[in-house]
């Protein structure tokens, strides 16, 4: 069942977010978060680092999993994943980044890096909390539209749309923006306990209402959400507006 919040911004649905996980690490010390990228998530992050300092929530065994990487990037890149992700998440929370995991880019080993991954999602116990945002067209991690609903992590394409939309992060130059990627499947994603996807704004409108009220289909991945068992979406007013 999918879980609709509407919120008046931002900081609300990052709150949202932080509560149920900080009750999560309280009651589960080496739980498993599901980590994104994206502007949407940075809020909850936000949030959340201030809650576990003033509530000193003890944060040193929590592990991570991020749901993707760009191919090819270095890691030191600052705008890989990797690097997004210690920036936005392990730094600010004082998370052990040796419990973190970002999918390996690296073009020499990428075939079955998609496989190693989910081995390690699973060895850890699976995720308990996934945090997801969405894309223009309806992506969840780098799952376009078409991707399998059963898919596990491998390489893909990105479509133009989501390097048009990523070029912001590379200078506004779309030929910086790599062209492939690795990405948890959406049939990956589905494994997590609990999925909380957060989107904010016009521009995520109709892929808010294809996720929420249209038919399930790989068009829009993140409608797969609808054959979850606990998914929260958390979407301001705009996001809201074709609901
Ligand atoms: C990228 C990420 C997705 C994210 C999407 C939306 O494509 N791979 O995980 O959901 O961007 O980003 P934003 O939240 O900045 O709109």
């Known amino acids: 069942m999918t879980e609709v919040i509407i919120v008046k911004n931002q900081d609300e649905a990052g709150s949202i977010y932080a509560q149920?996980?900080?009750r999560l690490i309280e009651s589960k010390p080496d739980c498993v978060l599901g980590l994104a990228t994206g502007s949407s998530p940075l809020a909850a992050y936000r949030q959340l680092s201030a809650l576990v300092k003033n509530d000193s929530i003890d944060v040193s065994q929590v592990r991570g999993f991020a749901l993707d990487?760009?191919?090819g990037l270095d890691p030191k890149h600052p705008q890989?994943?990797?690097s997004t992700i210690n920036r936005t998440v392990v730094e600010p929370l004082g998370l052990d980044p040796e419990k973190i995991h970002v999918p390996n880019g690296n073009l020499s080993t990428i075939s079955e890096a998609g496989h190693a991954y989910d081995q390690a999602i699973e060895d850890a116990g699976g995720v308990d909390i996934q945090i997801l945002g969405i894309g223009t067209d309806g992506h969840i991690g780098f799952n376009e539209p078409g991707s399998s609903l059963a898919s596990g992590t491998r390489i893909k394409t990105l479509t133009e749309q989501t390097r048009i939309d990523n070029a912001r992060f590379f200078d506004d130059d779309i030929n910086q923006?790599?062209?492939h990627c690795?990405?948890?499947g959406i049939g990956t994603i589905l494994k997590a306990r609990h999925l909380i996807l957060l989107a904010f704004g016009s521009g995520k409108a109709e892929a808010i209402?294809?996720?929420v009220e249209g038919g399930i289909s790989s068009f829009c991945p993140a409608s797969a959400l609808q054959l979850?068992?606990?998914?929260?979406?958390?979407?301001d007013e705009a996001a809201a507006s074709r609901l």
């Open 20 to 22: 149920r996980v900080a």
């Open 177 to 179: 923006v790599p062209t």
């Open 69 to 71: 990487e760009y191919a």
């Open 209 to 211: 209402a294809e996720t």
């Open 80 to 82: 890989s994943y990797q």
């Open 182 to 184: 690795i990405t948890q």
């Open 228 to 235: 979850h068992r606990h998914a929260t979406v958390i979407v």
